[in-house]
DNA sequence: CGCATTTGACCCGCGC
DNA sequence: GCGCGGGTCAAATGCG
């Protein structure tokens, strides 16, 4: 596939802790990824067209809606920063969190629940040693919520947990139950913030999302499009 | 009864 | 070579 190729292709592994901050997203959510993508070479165009299509997607908005909702619900403030490592995560990320996000207009309680980060990754992992193992293309989001499997859309098995060292969470291992679709997504909880939630996706669907979405997981997708207005 | 989840075992890559 | 740790498998269990 050559989706993977150009992921697989790009050897560049970052060699030191860097952290670049980024303007605000005032160019819109795929320019700034753009730019991002001039800075690091990690994130491909793929890569870019993969979060694009996947948050669209997340929170059930056409990709240009998504623009202009990032920057509508904008404000100053947003903070987008740059993220490399090598000693820590051998995937380069780049994460994007609006400020509008935390702390938007919410008559109610003024409670943890109304802070909601997004984050969005863009990630590839490093060339095997040795061996060419292709690995799909990988993409996460951090979000703050209370529910640890936030609905995007799609139907997912959940086929294992681990409860990795120096976390006190268990990682949860999803695959999409869809026939023929290799997409797997992780998800666990920030070991230092606990209300954070890490989704990590890896491969790209083969097949549109299920919408059978307004029955049992009204909730959840709520909870997505409290991230957005 | 069928499907989803749980959970311990197993596999494999990596660092020492 | 060995041990550790992350990821996956699959039998057992739970639930609607």
């Not at 240009?64 to 909702?69: A, F, I, K, V």
């Amino acid at each position: 596939m050559s989706t993977n190729q150009s992921f697989e292709e790009q050897d560049q592994i970052p060699t030191q802790m860097e952290f670049i901050p980024f303007p605000p997203m005032a160019m819109g959510f795929h320019q700034s990824l753009k730019a991002i993508s001039a800075i690091t070479p990690s994130l491909s165009s793929e890569a870019i067209d993969f979060a694009e299509t996947l948050l669209a997607t997340a929170v059930q908005k056409p990709r240009e809606d998504l623009t202009s909702s990032l920057v509508g619900a904008g404000g100053g403030g947003q903070q987008f920063s740059l993220n490399r490592s090598r000693v820590i995560n051998p995937w380069a990320w780049g994460e994007v969190t609006a400020d509008c996000l935390m702390g938007k207009r919410n008559g109610g309680g003024d409670d943890d629940h109304d802070h909601h980060h997004l984050g969005v990754s863009a990630i590839k992992m490093k060339k095997m040693k040795g061996r060419r193992k292709v690995r799909e293309p990988r993409f996460c989001f951090k979000t703050m919520s209370d529910v640890d499997v936030l609905d995007d859309g799609y139907k997912w098995r959940k086929y294992g947990q681990k409860v990795v060292k120096n976390t006190q969470h268990p990682r949860s291992y999803y695959r999409c139950t869809q026939d023929n679709c290799r997409v797997k997504k992780r998800v666990e909880r920030l070991a230092e913030d606990p209300r954070m939630v890490i989704t990590t996706y890896e491969g790209r669907h083969v097949h549109s999302p299920s919408n059978d979405l307004d029955d049992s997981d009204q909730s959840h997708s709520q909870i997505l499009n409290n991230f957005l207005w």
